[in-house]
């Protein structure tokens, strides 16, 4: 059994949870509302303020789908609770972020400025030299960060680019000079 498939999962107070005909699930909470169409395979229920994932048999696609599964609902319940954060840092001498309504625009050493609109849904804002990507879908909110911190990525020698706050960038050691 999936020791992450099996654990039920709770739905706070103020929380609501449909679902429909082909396991399409529906949360509602106060930051807003995620839909979701899960596996026909396993079996959603709600019972007793509970939500629970069950599997019919022991095949490898309906073992692998269980823990999935379970955890898509229970990311939904907590984005709609408590949303998602990711924070990227800029790092570099000139580079730097502002914002202006839903545009982020980042001087990142180009000749040009970068230039990207917040996707539905996701929600940035600069601070110092730090961007905050908040939503309540962990997917997108995820997605968006990685797309902002492609657009210059950290390098190993002097570690400028963008990271996330958490990353850790193993330094390199640059030329030597001859003796």
């Known amino acids: 059994m999936s020791r992450i498939g099996k654990m039920p999962i709770a739905v706070p107070a103020g929380v609501t949870v449909d679902i429909a005909e082909n396991n399409k699930v529906t949360v509602k909470g106060p930051k807003g509302t995620l839909e979701r169409v899960l596996p026909s395979i396993l079996t959603v229920k709600v019972e ?3 939500i629970k994932v069950e599997r019919p048999d022991d ?7 269980h823990g999935l599964t379970r955890s898509l ?3 939904m319940v907590v984005g709609v609770t408590e949303g998602y954060k990711k924070v990227l840092e800029i790092n570099g001498v000139g580079y730097r972020a502002s914002k202006a309504g839903k545009k982020l625009t980042l ?3 180009f000749s040009h400025p970068v230039e990207m609109e917040d996707p539905e849904g996701i ?5 110092d030299n730090k961007i905050e990507v908040e939503g309540i879908d962990k997917e997108k909110v995820g997605q968006y ?6 657009k210059k990525r950290p390098e ?3 570690g400028k680019g963008i990271k996330y706050i958490d990353e850790v960038i193993r330094r390199k ?7």
Do not use: H, M
């Not at 960060?145 to 492609?150: C, E, G, M």
């Open 48 to 50: 007793d303020g509970e």
């Open 59 to 65: 095949e490898k696609e309906s073992k692998a789908l």
């Open 73 to 75: 609902i229970n990311n």
């Open 107 to 109: 001087n990142l050493g």
């Open 123 to 127: 929600e940035t804002k600069v601070v």
């Open 145 to 150: 960060a990685a797309v902002i911190r492609d």
């Open 156 to 158: 190993p020698y002097k």
């Open 173 to 179: 050691v640059g030329k030597t000079g001859k003796k």
